[in-house]
């Protein structure tokens, strides 16, 4: 997925690294806890003037958030925007090589997981943080959660009938699905949190009867997944995210639904800050923004927040959360199995 480099306000323009107005390191901004904490957060950012945030959301929806801070607080988020893996790519190459350009950094949980353990990350204390779900802070403290990717399965209400919908993953093998079903290229850890669910042998074996008996259609990127979904091309999806879906509903009223099969699987995305901020005081501000006023506003835009006073809207769902570290740790095992199971045997496009 193409990277691309914007200011909130939609004009291209290359992060600062100018850190002249700055005063104390990261670390010591990020763990300050006195009464006067914002007051101190604020002034200082307004003299720094601006960030830089490397995202993996949608620009669109990056866009909306970062405008409303701008608003609130009148300083600028430039943002660069790429997929979660480029998004770390960079800011660890970028450190290799002495620079250190990011202040936020807003992707995925298990690309999180992999900033941290790079040590690039810094903890911050924030007030925030008690008013987040358990599973949203992690022991190091390094990155939070702000909002969950809820893995569900997306049908097109034209293509699907209602009372068809499977009940279990084991429906799925009934021949009537067979050249129905898709499924995102790059879903390893999906795939390894059901595998895990119904005991590793049998997982793994349904993923292989479920291939050869009905197949999977294999496509790059969830919201290509789901738009395809709503044209009917591909009528039944196993990981879509549960937000999009809402979105492609409510906002261009398209055919599409969603349900979870139990459990349904929720991979956290983050926020963290730079251990070597060129704006520390303003990556400080964004990072309690985002898990206080741009809550209400993700679940506004049909994400699932981590903020419990807001709640998750699937109050219904029994959720298994993905853990980033065990992800990253056995990660070449489960994009083994992933890519010799699911995407060479399956019928890609």
Request: proline share 4%; hydrophobic share 40%.
């Amino acid at each position: 997925m193409g990277a691309l480099m914007t200011s909130c306000g939609n004009s291209t323009q290359a992060p600062s690294s100018d850190n002249s107005s700055q005063k104390g390191s990261a670390a010591e901004i990020a763990s300050y806890e006195g009464a006067d904490r914002e007051q101190k957060l604020v002034e200082a950012a307004k003299k720094e003037g601006s960030l830089n945030l490397y995202t993996s959301m949608a620009l669109e929806d990056m866009q909306k958030l970062a405008s409303e801070f701008e608003k609130k607080y009148d300083i600028k988020v430039n943002i660069w925007r790429a997929g979660s893996e480029n998004v770390l790519q960079r800011i660890v190459t970028e450190a290799k090589g002495g620079r250190f350009e990011f202040d936020v950094v807003e992707t995925n949980g298990p690309e999180m997981e992999a900033v941290q353990r790079e040590k690039l990350l810094q903890e911050v204390k924030s007030p925030y943080l008690k008013d987040l779900i358990p599973q949203a802070v992690f022991p190091h403290k390094e990155w939070v959660a702000t909002r969950l990717n809820v893995f569900v399965q997306a049908y097109n209400t034209n293509k699907v009938k209602k009372e068809e919908l499977p009940k279990s993953y084991q429906d799925l093998l009934d021949p009537k699905w067979k050249g129905r079903l898709g499924i995102e290229a790059e879903d390893l850890d999906y795939f390894a949190a059901v595998v895990k669910e119904m005991g590793e042998e049998k997982g793994i074996n349904y993923w292989k009867d479920l291939v050869s008996t009905n197949g999977l259609s294999v496509r790059k990127g969830h919201t290509l997944l789901a738009q395809l979904v709503a044209s009917g091309e591909v009528p039944f999806a196993l990981t879509v995210y549960s937000y999009k879906v809402e979105q492609l509903k409510t906002k261009d009223k398209a055919p599409v639904d969603w349900f979870a099969l139990d459990p349904a699987i929720a991979r956290p995305n983050g926020v963290g800050v730079s251990r070597k901020a060129p704006h520390p005081n303003a990556a400080v501000l964004f990072y309690d923004f985002m898990i206080s006023d741009a809550q209400k506003m993700l679940s506004s835009m049909e994400f699932v927040p981590t903020n419990s006073k807001i709640g998750t809207g699937l109050n219904d769902i029994k959720l298994k959360f993905v853990d980033p570290a065990i992800i990253l740790d056995e990660n070449e095992k489960w994009s083994k199995l992933y890519d010799e199971i699911i995407v060479k045997k399956a019928s890609k496009k």
